[in-house]
């Protein structure tokens, strides 16, 4: 095992002991309701995970997406009460631009802004997780062909509250001539789309990983006809098709850490994250068919996981723009090159 493996299992540990112990159903009713976790996340902050993508040589972890993947998979398993995969992300853009990481909790602007040549932004993005609460904004934006990461002091930008599955704190957000507080051409991991859909990637097989538990258990507790509803088959399908649709999500998040770690485009990422929205759209509803009507009931947690499976497979892109996007890709390479880029392509 490396260095920087033993760095990560350490502090996913750390933050998993962490959130099992201040996370529940009920703190998660609250942060649902509005009210964002300051003394969680000051507690979260404390353990400096939000540089543990960032280079050595900018006072960051240096961990490589492939070993900071469980730090996001932790995230995922405690239903992200914080936004402190989205800060890590942000850390790395600012830090691979050679921009200072502030403090407090950043936000990620997906989609690509223009830059004008007096360096303000303009464009819009939704929704953004985490955006009404988050001190900091990261930005992609582009002028003249050339790609630079921006730091934006939310305060400056316009917000409008949206509704998500998840009841995470998001919002529209738009960038009528703003100025950013810092910028730098981009550096390595220039575009959050894919970044952001690859946490979502990850924090899906994390999410799925707390169902699964969940299910089991109450499938030897509920008792039906005299015996526990695990004892049926249909019920044991519904469970057989919850693990595997566990340990897919799992692969596909490690598989696009692995792909952003190589340098490689696009597609590692898009193959990730269609994998798991899939993932996430078949785990549910089997695990919603285990429970019945207690798993949407305030009185159980189920949903409070399900909920967010819904919204992550939709963020940084759904199941069906990422594989239009491959398929379109596909096409103009023409069928000659269909063969090749299946079996040259490496699985990590």
């Known amino acids: 095992m490396s260095g920087q493996q033993d760095v990560a299992d350490l502090l996913a540990d750390q933050l998993d002991r962490l959130l099992a112990k201040h996370v529940d159903r009920e703190a998660l009713a609250v942060i649902e309701g509005g009210t964002f976790p300051a003394a969680l996340w000051k ?18 972890a240096g961990l490589a997406w492939r070993d900071a993947e469980v730090v996001m998979r932790v995230l995922g398993r405690h239903a992200s009460p914080v936004p402190l995969g989205e800060t890590m992300i942000g850390a790395a853009l600012l830090a691979a631009a050679g921009l200072a990481v502030p403090e407090g909790p950043l936000a990620i602007v997906a989609a690509p802004l223009t830059l ?51 009841r995470t704190p998001s919002a529209a957000v ?57 004892k049926f088959q249909a019920i044991q399908q519904l469970l057989a098709e919850l693990a595997m649709q566990t340990a897919a999500a799992q692969v596909a998040g490690m598989y696009g850490c692995r792909r952003i770690d190589s340098g490689a485009g696009w597609e590692g990422v898009a193959i990730a994250k269609i994998r798991a929205g899939a993932a ?35 963020e940084a892109g759904s199941e069906l723009l990422w594989a239009e996007k491959l398929g379109a890709s596909t096409l103009a390479a023409r069928g000659a090159s269909l063969w090749p880029s299946l079996v040259d392509r490496p699985r990590w």
């Not at 919603?288 to 939709?314: M, P």
């Open 43 to 60: 507690q979260v902050d404390d353990l400096g995970a939000r540089s543990a993508l960032v280079p050595e040589s900018a006072d960051g």
């Open 116 to 166: 004008d040549a007096e360096d303000r932004l303009s464009g819009t993005d939704s929704p953004v997780a985490w955006a009404p609460v988050a001190t900091w904004l990261i930005v992609a934006a582009e002028r003249a062909g050339r790609r630079f990461v921006c730091l934006v002091d939310r305060e400056d930008v316009g917000l409008a509250p949206v509704k998500t599955y998840g």
């Open 174 to 230: 738009r960038f009528d001539a703003v100025r950013a507080v810092a910028l730098a051409p981009a550096g390595r991991y220039v575009d959050p789309l894919c970044a952001l859909a690859t946490l979502r990637s990850v924090q899906i097989a994390g999410s799925l990983e707390a169902v699964l538990p969940l299910c089991v258990e109450y499938a030897n507790v509920r008792q039906q006809f005299g015996k526990p509803i695990g």
């Open 280 to 314: 996430a759209t078949s785990g549910a509803a089997a695990a919603h068919q285990i429970f019945g009507a207690i798993g949407v009931t305030d009185e159980h947690q189920l949903h409070q996981h399900t909920r967010r499976l819904w919204q992550w497979r939709s």
